[in-house]
């Protein structure tokens, strides 16, 4: 096993903190202490804090986008990825200092439209939009771009009672509800 390159450690520290706090409250000299690394080496790898956030979030769109395509390459028929993907979130929310979802929060903390870090969640949203589509066109929904809207709202809102509300019950009520979205725009029942 490799030890991690400088700009991985880099990131991994930023991960860390960003996850534990929030992006805006930690500042690159943060990043550059906890990686153990010099300014100079970091700004060599990121031009900027922006630029680290964005690798940020790309990895962790990245790392998602790897769970799914594994499930896919497994054999996952579309209903069984969508339930993974619901007791992902609900598994998410319900972890010990959870703070939200990345993505959201990114968002809320990047408001301004047109700034790259806010360019890197709409290319989260576009994907998971697109890839729930997908696996509801498979379960032969009707509308299946609408009813991912439904349930991307859905989501959205359980990774916020996860953070403000009591995560106990999110992933079974994230599961329960999803189920009934897409059996009302759907012909034949879900599999069991």
Not at 182 to 191: F, T
């Amino acid at each position: 096993m490799t030890a991690p390159s400088v700009r991985e450690r880099i990131l991994a520290s930023a991960t860390h903190l960003f996850d534990a706090t929030s992006i805006r409250s930690v500042s690159a000299d943060r990043v550059i202490a906890d990686a153990g690394t010099t300014k100079v080496t970091f700004y060599r790898h990121f031009r900027s804090k922006d630029h680290l956030v964005v690798a940020y979030l790309e990895e962790q769109l990245r790392l998602l986008q790897e769970a799914v395509d594994h499930e896919r390459a497994e054999g996952a028929d579309a209903c069984a990825v969508l339930l993974r993907l619901a007791a992902a979130n609900g598994d998410a929310a319900c972890r010990p200092g959870f703070r939200g979802c990345t993505f959201i929060n990114a968002a809320a903390e990047y408001p301004a439209e047109g700034n790259p870090v806010r360019d890197a969640v709409e290319q989260y949203r576009r994907w998971l939009h697109a890839v729930v589509t997908e696996l509801l066109t498979e379960l032969a929904v009707e509308g299946p771009g609408v009813v991912a809207d439904q349930l991307i709202m859905l989501r959205d809102g359980a990774m916020v009672h996860g953070f403000m509300g009591d995560p106990a019950g999110v992933a079974g009520s994230l599961t329960t509800a999803g189920r009934a979205i897409i059996s009302a725009h759907r012909r034949a029942p879900l599999p069991a």
